[in-house]
Every structure is written in C-alpha cells, then in structure tokens.
C-alpha cells in the first residue's frame, strides 16, 4: 500500500507486517467515541467534514478536545461527502466524511455512489442508532449499511466500542490500497457511549483481500510482443494512471515507442496536451482525432481504464480492428465491455515501468505514418467553437481564458454538464493531479464542495471551480461553509439560463420541445448578490470585454471566496458529438457535419 508521507498508514496486513515496528502504547480505557477520535488520528487524519446529529453526537465530544483533526461544519452531508472527495482527488490521501444516522447517513449516498464510480478513497463515519433498537424503525434508523453496499467498497456496522479502532484501521487500508474507493464505518450509538480498552492493531487480517500490484511477467512479454507487431497502436489511458502517479512512467514509455496516447476525462493532465503524440479526449464529446485513433487502430494499449460506454459508444463497433492489451488494478475490470487479447491485471504504475524494460530491449516499429494521420485528424477537424452571432458571450472562451490567465498548476474543479465538456477541452492540461470532476457517476452539484475540499487540501493553491447554473444551484450553500472557515475557492458560474445538456439534446432529438430545462436564472436568482449574502465576493462579466477583468480580479482576492457570473449564448453546443447509442464514426462536428475515417467530410 502507497500512502503520502503525511498521513500515517493503517496497521500492515497479517501478510505485510514488518520488523521492527514501534512497541504499541498500552491499551488504555475510553469510550467508544474518543477511541474513534484517537482512531482517526492514528489512521493519519488532518481533516472531517461533516454535520453532528443526535446518532453520532458522541463522538462530537471529544473531537472537539482533538488538536489533530480538524472537523469543518459542512450545510449539507452531500457537500461533507464530494468535499471529502476533493480532499482525496488532490492530495491521494483518504478523505473523510461524518454524518448522523437516518437522513443524514442517506445525504452521504450520492458521493458514495460517486466516489465508488471514479475509485476515489474515502471513509464516511455515520452514527446509527442503539444496537438493541436496529430493526425496530427506531427514530432517524435507516439500513445504511444495506443500502450502500452496492456503492462501497465495503462497509461495517460496529455495535461494540472495544471494535471501533479495528473498524477504521480496516476501513482506511480498504480504501486506499487496491484500486481506490469509498468505505463506510457505521457505529451504533451505545458503541460509541460505552466504555473499551483502546488499543491500536498491530496487524490488520483480511482474508480473501489482497490486491495484485504486480503483474505477470509472461504477460508482459506477450504485451511487447504485440506492440512490436502493431501498425497503428494507441495509448487507450484511464484514470487508474492518475490514482497510480503514474506520470513519468506513462510519458517515458510513450516517447519511448513514439505511439500515440488518448486520455479520457477522468485521466486528463496525466499526459500534456501540448504533446505531438497526445491526440485529446476520446468518448461522447471527445476530439475527432482522439476518436479516430481508437476507431482506426489496430491494437488497443488500455492503461488504468474499463472501456466505459461514454467512450465506446456502441460497443459491437468499438475498435472493430484492434487487438487489446488491457491492464487495470481490478480483475473484474478486465474483459468486461471487450474482451482482452492480453490481460494483465497489477498496479498501473508497476505495469508500465515493466513494460519500459521490455520495450528498451524490443525492436520498436517506426509508427510516424500513423501519427501523421492522427495528426492530419487533428488539423483538419480542430476541437473549437464558434462565437455567437448575436454577440453574446462564449461560454468556451469563458472557460479558455480562465485556464489561460490562471495557468495549468492551478486546481480545476467542474459540475456536470456542458460546462464540464468544454472544461476538459479548453482548460489548460499540462500539469498532472489538478482535475477533479464526476465522470462515471455524473453528478451534478459536485464542483462547489469538491473544490472546497481540493482548497482546504492545498490551502495555498488557486482552485477554481466552474460550474453551470443548474448546478450551481443544487449545493452553492456550501460557499457559506467556505466563507467561515476561510477557504478562498474560486467559482465561475457559466450561466447559459438553462440546464446546457439536457437543452441540447432535446434541441438535436425533440425538435426543439424545451420541456423543463429553462431555468430562467437572468437574475432569479441573482448570482453575485446571492454570494455576497453568503460572505463571498460577487462577480459578474456579460461581455467579451469585461471576461479579462472579472478573471484578474477574481486571481487577486485570496481572503475569501469569489463567484463569477458569466452570462453566456444560451444555445451554444458542446462539439464533437456522438449521439447516444451509435457508433464512434458516426461522430458530428457540426449538426450536419462529420467526418468518415477515410479523411474526409461526409
């Protein structure tokens, strides 16, 4: 397990304990609440976002006394949770959420179901009610433990307090080792009032848990053996390379075979995008080129990715002529949507330091012929936007001159949605761990809390969020949060008056019938001054010439939170697109434009 040097590890495993270890204090007795709060700060924790309740208001107690864990009084267990997910995207670190029992144990769900999609590591602490009352629909009693079974990782419910410390040390090793993802503690309430002898584990046993981080040589072999072989490979790169930090390895195993790398939304910055061999985004709103290098290869190097449907679009006519190297974490990942030519299942990061050793050995093929295909897709169908002709504003030269005043080492959050899109397209990715956004779940709400967390994180970085105004709408109270505890995150709020996507769908298939998309935000609510109201500062650019100043202004306060309103051309399209259900080549770039894999325009 790989954990950051300043956040303490869970014991070692029963396989992994090592010598030399330091003597375990004496067990000492305590209530079960303070041997959670001692168990956090065992496991390393800086930070808890959260919200007390009535199930779990024993455990407030001695977290107060803490002068370890900080705890931030979240306005929603939903913000506690994407907060939670923030923190974790940014640092690596496991991030950590607290709720009551009942409904606010069930306002943690969505960033499970969240977390659990994009494999992010966190640990939500929830109260339950007394263990003698679980079944008996007592007050704010809910089976969260059933519930989210499906969307964590694991999850316990612990009735007795001498078993809390075991609990969260299992908890955070679950999380965080493997590929990542979220774990949920439930502590009953009388745990947590009665009385234990606290003491630490010294090993952790997880029988039937043991994740592979090393792959198989033999398949490693066959691997560069098809590499050798291929005439068009490309570098099919998923998120579990940015879990993994597996960014020198990635480029150095790139340039060393000159094939060219496609990297999804969830993995965008693990390779620059000012790379001649970096061909964009693949998927649903990807680039033409990057679509086209899946569609025309002839072998599939997939590195920490599940061949989601945003990206594959109908799976039957999927890379009809590619062979498939899938390599991922997670056995079960592998030849679930497309059946793998070679599986190798390992650490990401281990897989492809591997592979550099054998392809330094290999007769590596001259593949500039299909580069320059790929780079002849990318000139002639360039991923870029039209300006309005009525003169409103550009929602993407919004973004684009967000990304080009503040600069690539800031952190980028974003909602779900248009907006999201044109952020993955516009901003600047040249800097590796600074994208945090929903992509498996697709969330909407997430971007306000999660930046929130990637600040607290990293409390001297710019962090901007940009966000929509149905999104905005759905968790902007968390800004009070932000506002208290002086968190100075930076939010654009790209407001086309509309729910973007929605609307643009049912402008492409439903002829136009704008059935409940209208949001009618020109003014209601009236965005800067409602981010005044909430202690932040307001922002508002209606114009192409007031986009620079409102950005400047925004970079130069650093003492509380800024919103920016952009109001923006209400019908403005997220281009490529693949419409849902079809193939690949049937990309648009235009309404009635797209382009044939032959290189020309149908």
Request: aromatic share 6%.
């Amino acid at each position: 397990m790989k954990v950051s040097e300043t956040q303490a590890a869970p014991p070692p495993t029963d396989e992994d304990a090592a010598e030399g270890q330091q003597a375990p204090e004496a067990p000492q007795t305590m209530t079960g609440s303070q041997a959670l709060v001692r168990s956090l700060e065992m496991a390393g924790v800086e930070v808890v976002f959260g919200i007390p309740g009535g199930a779990i208001l024993p455990a407030y107690d001695p977290l107060f006394d803490s002068e370890i864990v900080r705890h931030i009084l979240v306005r929603h267990e939903q913000g506690a949770g994407h907060a939670a997910q923030g923190y974790a995207v940014a640092t690596g670190r496991v991030g950590v959420c607290m709720a009551t029992s009942g409904p606010g144990a069930t306002n943690l769900v969505t960033p499970l179901a969240d977390a659990y999609m994009d494999s992010v590591p966190i640990v939500a602490i929830t109260g339950q009610v007394s263990s003698k009352a679980i079944g008996t629909d007592a007050f704010q009693e809910a089976d969260i433990r059933g519930i989210t079974m499906p969307i964590t990782k694991h999850n316990f419910l612990v009735t007795k307090p001498e078993d809390i410390a075991t609990a969260v040390a299992e908890a955070f090793h679950i999380a965080l080792s493997g590929r990542p993802g979220p774990v949920l503690v439930d502590i009953s309430k009388d745990a947590l009032q009665n009385s234990c002898e606290f003491e630490w584990p010294k090993t952790l046993e997880l029988p039937g848990y043991r994740p592979t981080t090393k792959p198989h040589s033999k398949q490693i072999r066959e691997a560069s053996r098809l590499i050798s072989e291929a005439s068009r490979p490309t570098f099919y790169v998923g998120g579990g390379v940015v879990k993994a930090k597996a960014f020198a390895e990635l480029r150095e195993l790139v340039e060393l075979t000159g094939i060219p790398i496609v990297t999804t939304l969830m993995a965008r910055g693990a390779f620059p995008d000012s790379h001649d061999l970096h061909m964009g985004m693949p998927g649903m709103h990807g680039s033409v080129s990057a679509v086209g290098a899946l569609q025309r290869s002839d072998l599939l190097i997939a590195l920490g990715t599940r061949f989601d449907d945003r990206v594959t679009g109908e799976l039957k006519s999927f890379a009809p002529d590619a062979k498939i190297i899938h390599a991922d974490i997670d056995p079960a990942e592998i030849s679930k949507n497309r059946r793998a030519d070679v599986p190798i299942v390992g650490d990401v990061k281990e897989v492809i330091s591997q592979l550099i050793g054998r392809m330094k050995e290999a007769d590596v093929p001259d593949y500039s012929g299909w580069v320059a295909y790929l780079d002849e897709m990318k000139r002639r169908y360039p991923t870029g936007y039209d300006e309005p002709e009525d003169g409103s504003l550009s929602p993407q030269y919004v973004i684009q001159r967000i990304g080009e005043l503040t600069g690539p080492d800031a952190y980028y959050a974003a909602g779900v949605g248009q907006h999201q899109m044109w952020a993955a397209h516009f901003l600047p990715f040249e800097t590796p761990g600074r994208w945090l956004n929903s992509g498996g779940l697709g969330t909407m709400g997430y971007c306000v809390p999660a930046a929130m967390g990637a600040q607290v994180a990293h409390p001297g970085e710019i962090v901007w969020g940009i966000d929509g105004d149905g999104c905005f709408q759905m968790t902007n109270q968390e800004l009070v949060t932000c506002a208290l505890e002086g968190i100075p995150v930076k939010i654009a709020v790209i407001n086309n008056e509309s729910l973007g996507m929605v609307r643009q769908w049912q402008t492409l298939f439903y002829g136009g019938r704008y059935s409940n998309t209208d949001l009618n935000s020109w003014r209601i609510p009236d965005f800067p001054k409602l981010a005044e109201a909430m202690g932040c500062v307001g922002l508002r650019a209606e114009s192409r010439d007031e986009v620079d100043d409102v950005i400047k202004q925004a970079l130069e306060i650093n003492d509380r939170p800024v919103v920016v309103e952009f109001v923006v051309h209400k019908d403005a399209m997220v281009w490529p697109m693949v419409p849902a259900g079809t193939s690949n080549n049937a990309i648009q770039i235009a309404r009635d434009m797209a382009p044939d894999w032959e290189g020309e325009v149908l």
